[in-house]
Nanobody
Framework: QVQLVESGGGSAQAGGSLTLSCAAS????????MGWHRQAPGKEREWVAD???????NFANFAKGRFTISRDDVKDTVYLQIDSLKPEDTGVYYC???????????WGQGTQVTVSS
């Protein structure tokens, strides 16, 4: 089992930045990819970005240029930095972990991000 705990959400003004953290614990060696998803009010959850083996990074088209994903292997923590925040970035951001090709097996509880104009 892998436990994921997100933090860093909150309220921010459009144009600002936020950095979300996802601390992993447990059987971390059982997974090789960690990522972020988000769910806006009234919409389905969507994939944002992921990092494979701590090196290879992938981003959804809407996330390219404003979102940065990184991993601290010492702290077993994955970060998502969001720059130039937009109101449409509002939603619950979820951290997830899994094995490439096998889907996302573990999920965090989510952290709320609210961006005001």
């Amino acid at each position: 089992q892998v436990q994921l705990v997100e933090s860093g959400g909150g309220s921010a003004q459009a144009g600002g930045s936020l950095t979300l953290s996802c601390a992993a614990s447990g059987s971390i060696l059982d997974v090789n990819t960690m990522g972020w998803h988000r769910q806006a009010p009234g919409k389905e959850r969507e994939w944002v970005a992921d990092i494979i083996n701590g090196v290879h990074k992938n981003f959804a088209n809407f996330a390219k240029g404003r979102f940065t994903i990184s991993r601290d292997d010492v702290k077993d923590t994955v970060y998502l930095q969001i720059d130039s925040l937009k109101p449409e970035d509002t939603g619950v951001y979820y951290c997830a972990a899994g094995v490439v090709g096998r889907g996302w097996k573990y999920w965090g509880q989510g952290t709320q991000v609210t961006v005001s104009s």
